[in-house]
């Protein structure tokens, strides 16, 4: 099995690094910090490639793709993990950066980790992409409308990809957690219900790719809190949501 992880030098990227590894796959893995990035492929046993590389940066995905398919060949597995998040408010302008920050992340990121080994996929007759979106993007948050707008464009965009390559043999997968023990959500001072560690999220973020789910929640809990989100009217969730905690700001 050949995967390719981005955002792979902590949490979920991290711990899915370390389940395929358990699996025996031969893995590429993205990460932007290069000591934490080594640091996790130090820890694997096995045939391993990693790619010091920002996901804005289109060029860079090119060339670790192609790297990665003459050592391994074409991928059986594309997870675009990478994500940033913040607490934004858009009266603040020195919030603007980390706003396009977090769109070309989350958005853009997803479409330059995908887009460069289309072409072999294709080529091969099949593969997965799988993209990790969130229940964020379900609706929008107070304080984090930056990153609520960037999860619900990577799940329409996912959604959009599946439709175009259906009949190609290419599963996409759209992947929304709640949340999950990693650094992201270390800096968070509120309640987060159903809190998961990665290693079991990626156990089954694993599962749902091996199935070729076409959109899933997780944990279940989520799930049906994530319906119920969708079902509330505006007047509803506006009363709801604007005393609800913030994500802090970067300062």
């Given at each position: 099995?050949?995967?390719?992880?981005?955002?792979?030098?902590?949490?979920?990227?991290?711990?899915?690094?370390?389940?395929?590894?358990?699996?025996?796959?031969?893995?590429?893995?993205?990460?932007?910090?290069?000591?934490?990035?080594?640091?996790?492929?130090?820890?694997?046993?096995?045939?391993?490639?990693?790619?010091?590389?920002?996901?804005?940066?289109?060029?860079?995905?090119?060339?670790?793709?192609?790297?990665?398919?003459?050592?391994?060949?074409?991928?059986?597995?594309?997870?675009?993990?990478?994500?940033?998040?913040?607490?934004?408010?858009?009266?603040?302008?020195?919030?603007?950066?980390?706003?396009?920050?977090?769109?070309?992340?989350?958005?853009?990121?997803?479409?330059?980790?995908?887009?460069?080994?289309?072409?072999?996929?294709?080529?091969?007759?099949?593969?997965?992409?799988?993209?990790?979106a969130s229940v964020a993007g379900l609706r929008g948050l107070p304080g984090a409308g930056a990153y609520s707008a960037s999860k619900?464009?990577?799940?329409?965009?996912?959604?959009?990809?599946?439709?175009?390559?259906?009949?190609?043999?290419?599963?996409?997968?759209?992947?929304?957690?709640?949340?999950?023990?990693?650094?992201?959500?270390?800096?968070?001072?509120?309640?987060?219900?159903?809190?998961?560690?990665?290693?079991?999220?990626?156990?089954?973020?694993?599962?749902?790719?091996?199935?070729?789910r076409r959109y899933a929640i997780m944990p279940w809990q989520m799930g049906l809190i994530g319906r119920l989100m969708k079902l509330?009217?505006?007047?509803?969730?506006?009363w709801a949501m604007k005393n609800a905690p913030h994500k802090p700001r970067l300062q």
């Amino acid at each position: 099995m050949k995967v390719f992880i981005t955002g792979a030098s902590s949490g979920i990227g991290a711990a899915l690094a370390r389940h395929y590894a358990a699996q025996g796959a031969q893995l590429g893995l993205t990460g932007r910090h290069s000591e934490r990035l080594q640091a996790v492929v130090s820890s694997l046993s096995c045939d391993c490639t990693a790619y010091v590389l920002d996901v804005r940066d289109a060029a860079a995905l090119h060339q670790a793709a192609q790297d990665f398919m003459q050592k391994y060949g074409p991928p059986d597995i594309v997870i675009a993990n990478a994500g940033v998040s913040s607490g934004t408010l858009t009266e603040h302008e020195e919030d603007l950066p980390a706003i396009r920050a977090i769109f070309d992340t989350n958005v853009l990121g997803l479409v330059y980790t995908f887009q460069p080994f289309l072409a072999a996929m294709h080529k091969q007759g099949g593969g997965s992409l799988a993209g990790i979106a969130s229940v964020a993007g379900l609706r929008g948050l107070p304080g984090a409308g930056a990153y609520s707008a960037s999860k619900a464009a990577a799940i329409a965009y996912l959604e959009s990809l599946r439709v175009e390559l259906a009949g190609s043999g290419i599963a996409v997968t759209t992947i929304c957690p709640g949340y999950i023990r990693t650094p992201m959500t270390d800096v968070n001072t509120y309640p987060m219900p159903f809190l998961m560690d990665a290693d079991i999220a990626a156990a089954k973020i694993a599962h749902l790719i091996e199935k070729k789910r076409r959109y899933a929640i997780m944990p279940w809990q989520m799930g049906l809190i994530g319906r119920l989100m969708k079902l509330i009217p505006a007047p509803v969730w506006d009363w709801a949501m604007k005393n609800a905690p913030h994500k802090p700001r970067l300062q």
